[in-house]
């Protein structure tokens, strides 16, 4: 079965950090751009962070710039979100998704759900 799977997600208290994972089964993720997307209660869903097939290229969301790490391990086939100074405003589902061709800042960006690959999410909730 070809699939995303996220984890990571938890309950974390304003400043903290967590580290999500998403890795793909059935398939390899190394020829894809990797997208990592959430979507809060009553908002949109956001392009959070993009990293290029090499892991060359990265983009960030400005409200996460600073703070959130992306990274991918094309070996284990899993990407990486290191999320740092958790504000309770990054409370959301977190969602992986993958697809080729493109590039950082049109996954990013784009306002589509037509990716190749959708995880079905982690839940991130940030107290106050």
């Known amino acids: 079965q070809l699939q995303l799977v996220e984890s990571g997600g938890g309950l974390v208290q304003l400043g903290g950090s967590l580290r999500l994972s998403c890795t793909a089964s059935g398939f390899t993720l190394d020829y894809y751009t990797i997208g990592w997307f959430r979507q809060a209660p009553g908002k949109e869903r956001e392009g959070v962070s993009c990293?290029?097939?090499?892991?060359?290229?990265?983009y960030y969301a400005e409200s996460v710039k600073g703070r959130f790490t992306i990274s991918r391990n094309n070996a284990n086939n899993t990407i990486y979100l290191q999320m740092n100074s958790l504000k309770p405003e990054d409370t959301a589902v977190y969602y992986c998704?993958?697809?080729?061709?493109?590039?950082?800042?049109?996954?990013?960006?784009?306002?589509?759900?037509?990716?190749?690959?959708w995880g079905k999410g982690t839940l991130v909730t940030v107290s106050s």
């Open positions: 990293i290029s097939n090499s892991g060359g290229s990265t």
């Open positions: 998704a993958a697809d080729y061709p493109t590039t950082v800042q049109r996954m990013c960006r784009s306002v589509s759900s037509a990716m190749d690959y």
